[in-house]
């Protein structure tokens, strides 16, 4: 695709942040020996390309955060991410101003920006269901329903992943800690419009549902404070309000720190868990199209 550039300020102001929530990551199992500060930013301009094989171990990387420590082989899933680059993105830091107006026709020559990050993409779960990453992740899924989720829930995801009859796609929408939202709503709009020319041509990009994991941190109640919710993504708030079925696990016995990345000192602990969505396919455009709408209340204040 011909890259998307995006210019967005990664910092800890909470007046940058959507609903003025700060997000958190698991991205790290080691412990970080100096706190952030906050106050502090920095300008970067990021754009979307397509996946090409040097990107394979930071795609896996970013899996790696999201599936922290589950039995799937993150190596086989990122190679599927690689594959199927006429569909989705990877983030990177854009190219120096000498490069804006260049293609991407050269990429396997080498890439100047390898750090990837973030993924927006899309993959058949049904097309892939031979693959031992797609087999490993359904099996972390029903292993965690059965503990977490009630009946119903759980015989909503059979239905959309084993019944046969629908089409379920996996959504990622992976990326670094305070990399703010500003950055999902091109690549969400990218990705919609990648599937969109793939199904003209035929190819397996039509859903009934997309399957999202969303990574979240509550921090307990104390005395009158109610528990309170904090997102990695901040927009990852809308997917999960348009939801069909969701249920949700603790990563608590993943992780060897309660809160990972770096963080003001001042911060309580927190809890880090995923929420297992389900979203009708007829959905996802709407829910970019609110992100998008909330984006631009919040940069235009």
């Given at each position: 695709?011909?890259?998307?550039?995006?210019?967005?300020?990664?910092?800890e102001d909470e007046e940058h942040r959507m609903d003025a929530?700060?997000?958190s990551d698991d991205s790290s199992d080691e412990e970080n020996d100096e706190a952030y500060e906050g106050d502090e930013g920095i300008t970067v301009d990021f754009e979307g390309r397509n996946p090409i094989d040097p990107d394979l171990?930071?795609?896996?990387?970013?899996?790696?955060?999201?599936?922290v420590k589950a039995h799937i082989d993150l190596n086989e899933l990122a190679g599927v991410v690689v594959a199927q680059n006429y569909v989705g993105s990877v983030l990177k830091?854009?190219?120096?101003?000498?490069?804006?107006?260049?293609?991407?026709?050269?990429?396997?020559?080498?890439?100047?920006?390898?750090?990837?990050?973030?993924?927006?993409?899309?993959?058949?779960?049904?097309?892939?269901?031979?693959?031992?990453?797609?087999?490993?992740?359904?099996?972390?899924?029903?292993?965690?329903?059965?503990?977490?989720?009630?009946?119903?829930?759980?015989q909503q995801f059979r239905d959309a992943l084993e019944g046969g009859s629908k089409t379920t796609g996996l959504l990622l929408n992976e990326r670094f800690i305070n990399i703010p939202a500003a950055v999902c709503v091109p690549m969400c709009e990218n990705l919609l419009s990648e599937m969109e020319r793939a199904r003209t041509k035929s190819m397996p990009f039509t859903f009934d549902y997309y399957l999202m994991f969303v990574k979240y941190y509550q921090q307990a109640a104390d005395g009158d404070k109610p528990a309170e919710v904090l997102?990695?993504?901040?927009?990852?708030?809308?997917?999960?309000?348009?939801?069909?079925?969701?249920?949700?696990?603790?990563?608590?016995?993943?992780?060897?720190?309660?809160?990972?990345?770096?963080?003001?000192?001042?911060?309580?602990?927190?809890?880090?868990f995923r929420k297992v969505l389900l979203i009708e396919a007829n959905k996802l455009a709407g829910i970019v199209s609110s992100i998008k709408n909330l984006v631009s209340s919040v940069t235009n204040k």
């Open positions: 695709m011909t890259s998307k550039k995006l210019k967005v300020e990664a910092e929530k700060s997000g171990d930071g795609i896996k990387q970013l899996l790696g955060q999201l599936f830091q854009a190219y120096n101003d000498a490069d804006d107006d260049e293609e991407d026709e050269d990429t396997d020559m080498g890439d100047p920006c390898q750090v990837v990050f973030g993924v927006t993409t899309v993959i058949n779960l049904a097309n892939k269901q031979e693959l031992a990453c797609v087999r490993q992740l359904k099996k972390m899924i029903f292993e965690k329903a059965e503990k977490y989720a009630t009946d119903l829930v759980i997102y990695s993504n901040d927009e990852e708030e809308y997917f999960i309000k348009d939801s069909y079925a969701s249920f949700d696990y603790s990563v608590q016995k993943e992780t060897t720190t309660a809160l990972a990345g770096q963080w003001q000192k001042k911060d309580a602990e927190l809890q880090p």
